[in-house]
Structures are given as C-alpha cells and as structure tokens.
C-alpha cells in the first residue's frame, strides 16, 4: 500500500509563496487521481486541486489562477505550487492519492500552511 508525506509547509505572509510535496512510498503512475485537499480549523476538508493520471490539473474556483498542481510519475511526487497567498488559505493541506479501479485512497498526514495578514 503506497503512502504519502507531505512537506513544504510553514508560515508566510499574504502575497507570499509556499510549494508543497507529497512523496510517495510506491509507484503512481497508475494512479488515477493525486489530489490536495485542505482543513481549516472549525472547517470540512475541502478539496483544492486534482492531478488526474490522463488529463490536466482542475482547481477549486478559491484557488484558481494562484495554484498549480503537478505530478511526476517518474520521482512519485505531487506538487502544489501556492502563489499569491491570503489569510483564509490557512489550513492543513492533506495530499491524497485515489484510483477507484484498484481501491486506492490514501492520505498523508498533512502539513500546517499560515498565511499571516
């Protein structure tokens, strides 16, 4: 079973950048979906953005236009590159890898993103 762990977390101030990794334990290629979500406090956990193994990244509209998000099959990593960052970004951001065929949805453990006004 493949496993996720998220890095690249921390604090930064509005209008600032942070780019987060998700490294994985096994191969993704034949992974459906690498996704971002994240949870703010007192929050659902919302999805952010979605890699799909076939096509291009789509986005939530709260965040389209300032994030991009990769994957690279041949390093089993993910990438959320966050620019432009606003306060109500701040959350833990989950990084999830789901492939319905083979029954895969599995979560790291997330990493804390402030974002200070």
């Known amino acids: 079973q493949v496993q996720l762990v998220e890095s690249g977390g921390g604090l930064v101030q509005a209008g600032g950048s942070l780019n987060l990794s998700c490294s994985a334990s096994?191969?993704?290629?034949?992974?459906?979906?690498m996704r971002w979500y994240r949870q703010a406090p007192g929050k659902e956990r919302e999805l952010v953005a979605g890699?799909?193994?076939?096509?291009?990244?789509h986005y939530a509209a709260s965040v389209e236009g300032r994030f991009t998000a990769s994957r690279d099959n041949t390093k089993n990593m993910a990438h959320l590159q966050m620019d432009s960052l606003k306060h109500e970004d701040t959350a833990v951001y989950f990084c999830?890898?789901?492939?319905?065929?083979?029954?895969?949805?599995?979560w790291g453990q997330g990493t804390q993103v402030i974002v200070s006004s």
């Open positions: 890699v799909p193994r076939l096509a291009g990244p």
């Open positions: 096994a191969n993704i290629a034949n992974i459906n979906f």
């Open positions: 999830n890898a789901y492939d319905y065929w083979s029954g895969i949805d599995v």
